[in-house]
């Protein structure tokens, strides 16, 4: 699986923006996805999660009620529509994604994941 985010950019604090993670090959469906970022200076750290199916999702404390994660397994793509950004949003987002046998829970950490993305910077200016 090969995964290519974009959408990131410079936005004030309080303006949104939509990331998006496009994979490549037939099997998106059997996937889990999720995104992490990395601010600088810091670790890398969990934001949110999706099931293969979209059943179910997981955010981190600091996003929930501004940030939403879907997918369309139809165009083999994840999202992440961000809203009411501050500036501690700013960071690198990567999308991760794994394979599994079920729709299982969605995952939170970094090395259950196989595959990243390259990486889009997201900058929130205050």
């Known amino acids: 699986v090969q995964l290519q985010a974009s959408g990131g950019g410079l936005v004030q604090a309080g303006g949104s923006l939509r990331l998006s993670c496009a994979a490549s090959?037939?099997?998106?469906?059997?996937?889990?996805m999720g995104w992490f970022r990395q601010a600088p200076g810091k670790e890398r750290e969990f934001v949110a999660a999706?099931?293969?199916?979209?059943?179910?999702?997981d955010y981190t404390d600091s996003v929930k009620g501004r940030f939403t994660i879907s997918r369309d397994n139809a165009k083999n793509t994840m999202y992440l529509q961000m809203n009411s950004l501050k500036p501690e949003d700013t960071a690198v987002y990567y999308c991760?994604?794994?394979?599994?046998?079920?729709?299982?829970?969605?995952?939170?950490?970094?090395?259950?994941?196989?595959?990243w993305g390259q990486g889009t910077l997201v900058t929130v200016s205050s």
């Open positions: 991760a994604a794994v394979y599994t046998g079920w729709d299982s829970d969605p995952r939170r950490r970094s090395d259950e994941y196989t595959y």
């Open positions: 090959g037939r099997t998106f469906s059997m996937i889990a």
């Open positions: 999706i099931t293969r199916t979209g059943r179910s999702t």
